[in-house]
């Protein structure tokens, strides 16, 4: 799934079309459309730390790495020590 970064553009604009698809579609107030947001933006989030684990997973298990160092950002997110 991880060829390169086209890959993260694409899933971002099309997770976009759809989100803006469905508010059209349903009749939703102010605070519903924000709840909706959150819950697809912790949706994405989770989505996408598991495929960054999945890919670290593999890169480890090529070179027979047995630790991982990750920092920035990502190192940073609770949610990535987690996994």
Not at 8 to 17: A, F, K, P, R, T
């Amino acid at each position: 799934m991880f060829k390169n970064n086209k890959c993260s553009y694409y899933l971002l604009s099309h997770i976009e079309q759809m989100a803006k698809k469905m508010m059209k579609s349903r009749k939703m107030s102010n605070e519903e459309i924000e709840e909706e947001k959150c819950n697809l933006c912790f949706s994405l989030q989770e989505t996408l730390f598991a495929m960054l684990v999945e890919v670290t997973e593999r890169a480890m298990a090529h070179i027979n790495a047995n630790q991982v160092l990750i920092v920035g950002g990502v190192g940073s997110v609770i949610i990535t020590h987690q996994l």
